[in-house]
């Protein structure tokens, strides 16, 4: 097939969409987006083709693990659902006496999601159901490594609309291995375009000329201090870095812990699974290849990693990740980046101050504007590292991976992307959700006049600064 051919199967694809989503806004009602949205979480969340689903992914990609997966599946989607249950996305939605304005619920038309292999399942199925809540058509294009895995999801999707008596056409994707001309035809034509995963996907979401909801690299780095929980705070350190074999954006990549601290938080670690590796040219020589992360040791069970990194006989039995001593920071020293795998880098800081100059030399190199967290006692240091570090998120006393993308315990929204703000170079700083599917339409009515007086406005700023 031709580029031409190519460019046309998209454009037939589009259009098929937004027939379906113009005939699904016609016929809308409250009932009906919400009737949509239900059977994509079912589609997921059914426990014989979630498992499926997970176990293909795997396959397939080669990332992460099938009982994560299947977790991750299952409760992102049941979070979501539980997010949208009471939202209003169809009519008017608002009625406010004192301002006139009545608003309108208003779908934007065909969205087009890019996904990435991370998440082949859970990330689709997000987007899906955030769309249809919201009247949309949607039209997928899943990484090659995903392709199978979005395949199958949109085959039980289908059986679920047919069931529901609900147009396929409302959820597609581009068939086969795609290309860069499919995905970037799919970014001209549609209404509004979510991208997750490459950088290079996410610069050409933004060049596209169509409004766009981009997220930004991430590569977490978490300060534990001298108030902190240690038990805790390494416990929930493990649980996060592990999941899913640190396929996350929000998975820890690096830690600094307080001199104060060091020894005891090294100690609780190795209690959870960590193992502390003090020559970090013992893992830097094997996780990278001519300056480029190892496809064959990132994402993989520990053992297949401890293995391939020759460290079998270093670190004890039973580890379940690797924390690597190191200072440097920057292009020259790659365990300051992201590592998408069972490896940690491990700053030591003097002092809180120090803990906070580490992580944000380290978010400026890396992840900036996604999130950071902090393990401790103290109310008013959070605060401070919100002040000090361009991030959107300061995640305190959680397992970090869980609790970004919205948990059950605490209020962000369920999400597979988050928005990195302009220090990551995006347009929203919020986890993408339901919001921004819909758009809407203000009936403005005439209220008493309102209208102070220069003296009124000025007076204070005259008594202080003169006339």
């Given amino acids: 097939m031709n ?22 806004e016609a016929g809308g009602s409250q009932k009906y987006y919400d009737q949509a949205a239900l059977a994509v979480g079912w589609a997921i969340m059914e426990p014989v083709r979630n498992r499926h689903l997970a176990e293909l992914a795997v396959e397939t990609t080669g990332l992460g693990n099938v009982s994560d997966k299947i977790t991750k599946n299952h409760r992102k989607t049941l979070g979501l659902l539980r997010d ?11 009625n406010n ?22 998440n082949p399942g859970a990330t689709p199925a997000n987007n899906i159901i955030n769309a249809l ?29 047919d069931r529901a008596g609900i147009d396929r056409d409302l959820v597609q994707m581009i068939p086969g291995q795609g290309s860069k001309e499919k995905t970037q035809r799919l970014l001209e034509t549609s ?36 108030t902190a929980d240690l038990g805790s705070a390494a416990e929930k350190i493990r649980a996060s870095k592990t999941f899913d074999n640190a396929t996350s954006c929000s998975s820890e990549n690096s830690v600094v812990v307080l001199d104060a601290v060091y020894d005891s938080f090294v100690a609780e670690m190795s209690k959870t699974g960590g ?11 094997f996780l990278w290849v001519n300056g480029h992360l ?37 292009p020259d020293y790659p365990l300051s980046g992201e590592k998408l795998s069972r490896v940690l880098a491990l700053y030591r800081a003097m002092d809180f101050d120090e803990a906070i100059t580490i992580t944000r030399e380290i978010q400026l190199y890396q992840g900036r504007g996604h999130s950071v967290g902090i393990h401790t006692s103290a109310t008013d240091r959070p605060f401070d590292v919100a002040k000090a570090i361009p991030t959107s998120r300061v995640i305190v006393n959680q ?12 209020g962000m929204p369920f999400s597979l992307s988050m928005g990195c703000g302009s220090w990551g170079g995006n347009s929203i700083d919020t986890n993408v959700h339901w919001r921004h599917f819909m758009q809407t339409t203000k009936i403005v009515r005439e209220i008493p006049t309102e209208e102070p007086t220069v003296e009124e406005i000025f007076n204070t700023y005259w008594d202080e600064a003169g006339k």
């Fill in 133 to 161: 809540k919201c009247g949309n058509a949607i039209v997928v294009s899943p990484s090659p490594k995903g392709v199978a895995t979005c395949e199958a999801l949109l085959g039980y999707i289908y059986n679920e609309f």
């Fill in 275 to 285: 193992a502390l590796i003090s020559e970090e040219t013992q893992v830097t020589k």
């Fill in 84 to 94: 949208i249950s009471s939202v209003s996305t169809y009519g008017v939605i608002s």
């Fill in 399 to 410: 397992a970090h991976t869980f609790a970004t993308g919205g948990a059950f315990n605490n």
């Fill in 97 to 118: 006496l004192d301002t006139g304005i009545s608003e309108i619920a208003r779908p934007i038309g065909v969205i087009g999601a890019v996904v990435p292999s991370t």
């Fill in 191 to 226: 209404d509004l375009i979510v991208v997750t995963g490459s950088q290079n996907n996410v610069k050409r979401a933004y060049s596209s000329g169509t409004p766009a909801l981009a997220v930004g690299a991430g590569n977490v780095t978490v300060i534990v201090d001298e």
């Fill in 3 to 24: 580029v031409n051919d190519d460019i046309g199967q998209v454009d037939a694809i589009v259009a098929r969409a937004r027939a379906a989503q113009s005939r699904f």
């Fill in 294 to 330: 190892n496809p064959q040791l990132i994402a993989r069970d520990a053992e297949e990693m401890i293995a391939g990194l020759r460290l079998q006989d270093v670190v004890p039995a039973g580890t379940e990740y690797l924390a690597v001593e190191t200072k440097g920071i920057g």
